[in-house]
T-cell receptor
Framework: SQTIHQWPATLVQPVGSPLSLECTVE??????LYWYRQAAGRGLQLLFYSIGIDQISSEVPQNLSASRPQDRQFILSSKKLLLSDSGFYLC???????????FGSGTRLTVV | GQSLEQPSEVTAVEGAIVQMNCTYQ??????LSWYQQHDGGAPTFLSY????GLEETGRFSSFLSRSDSYGYLLLQELQMKDSASYFC????????????FGAGTRLFVKA
């Protein structure tokens, strides 16, 4: 069966520090991968999506970037965090051509 | 531009039926999904409508009218555990690879 792993679960980082969040999917190949961010009590904002290795689309121009070094690995990064980067970061995957997403357990990031 | 509108809150009584609406304005519409999210947790997929009409899965039903850019999620026989946020989401964009979420409806189920 397919599983998605996302870590860490919580993170407190100072302003200006770098960020690296990792997401991996097991039990499938060539998944579509997604990064979303959710502010407290709000909906999900699509940040990046990837339909294949080195095929990444950015939805929001900001100080975040994403990479997909392996087929089932998706990494969200920042060189310098801002206070506004605080939020609940969710990784998700779907099979090619499918419509339902499976989300990871999320990373709650607080920038102080 | 893209927008999905959902009522912010709905309150209903245990055992009752509740309908949560969603209107959308997007480009390249492929389908409407619904997700449930409990406090502190990740969203979980509930249903998907690509064509007009009603889809039923147990106590949950989802409806879509593409001509009206409108859909709803219907929950029957409400239980306390149904208290959660419910998000509609539109699959759109070139190839349908993007899913855009609404702000969600917070459902409170009372005894």
């Amino acid at each position: 069966s397919q599983t998605i792993h996302q870590w860490p679960a919580t993170l407190v980082q100072p302003v200006g520090s770098p960020l690296s969040l990792e997401c991996t999917v097991e039990g499938t190949s060539n998944p579509n991968l997604y990064w979303y961010r959710q502010a407290a009590g709000r909906g999900l904002q699509l940040l990046f999506y990837s339909i294949g290795i080195d095929q990444i689309s950015s939805e929001v121009p900001q100080n975040l970037s994403a990479s997909r070094p392996q087929d089932r690995q998706f990494i969200l990064s920042s060189k310098k965090l801002l206070l506004s980067d605080s939020g609940f970061y969710l990784c998700a995957w779907s099979p090619q051509g499918a419509y339902g997403y499976t989300f990871g357990s999320g990373t709650r990031l607080t920038v102080v | 531009g893209q927008s999905l509108e959902q009522p912010s809150e709905v309150t209903a009584v245990e055992g009752a039926i509740v309908q949560m609406n969603c209107t959308y304005q997007t480009s390249g519409f492929y389908g409407l999904s619904w997700y449930q999210q409990h406090d502190g947790g990740a969203p979980t997929f509930l249903s998907y409508n690509a064509l007009d009409g009603l889809e039923e899965t147990g106590r949950f039903s989802s409806f879509l009218s593409r001509s009206d850019s409108y859909g709803y999620l219907l929950l029957q026989e409400l239980q306390m555990k149904d208290s959660a946020s419910y998000f509609c989401a539109v699959r759109e964009g070139t190839g349908g690879f993007k899913t855009i979420f609404g702000a969600g409806t917070r459902l409170f189920v009372k005894a």
